[in-house]
Nanobody, 130 residues
Framework: QVQLVESGGGLVQAGGSLRLSCAAS????????MGWFRQAPGKEREFVAA????????YYVDSVRGRFTISRDNAKNTVYLQMNSLKPEDTAVYYC???????????????????????WGQGTQVTVSS
């Protein structure tokens, strides 16, 4: 069992930065692929980024590539999402999620599907003002 708690959201002006953290409890964290998703009002939850258990494979949605960076520290049971050059369209509730990928990398199609993730945090609000 893995429990996830996000933090670091807030209000920021366009062009600013935020760093989200997701702290996990449970010994299995280091064996899970971790993802970040977001959901804006009235929209579907969408994939943002994912990282495999070792950090050797990383995936991003095109709209954030070059602006966002996902990373993890397995010793601290924490995954991060550094968000730079934020835009108003990045406004959403951001969720971290953990999924079992059998410790082997799959293609981005696997990681961007929310149905591959077994564990979810409660979400943290990110609001970017113009």
């Amino acid at each position: 069992q893995v429990q996830l708690v996000e933090s670091g959201g807030g209000l920021v002006q366009a062009g600013g930065s935020l760093r989200l953290s997701c702290a996990a409890s449970g010994r299995a964290f280091s064996s899970y692929a971790m993802g970040w998703f977001r959901q804006a009002p009235g929209k579907e939850r969408e994939f943002v980024a994912a990282i495999t258990w070792s950090g050797s494979n990383i995936y991003y949605v095109d709209s954030v590539r070059g602006r966002f960076t996902i990373s993890r520290d397995n010793a601290k049971n924490t995954v991060y999402l550094q968000m730079n050059s934020l835009k108003p369209e990045d406004t959403a509730v951001y969720y971290c999620a953990g999924g079992d990928d059998d410790l082997r990398p799959h293609g981005i199609t696997w990681y961007r599907s929310r149905y591959q993730y077994d564990y979810w945090g409660q979400g943290t609000q990110v609001t970017v003002s113009s």
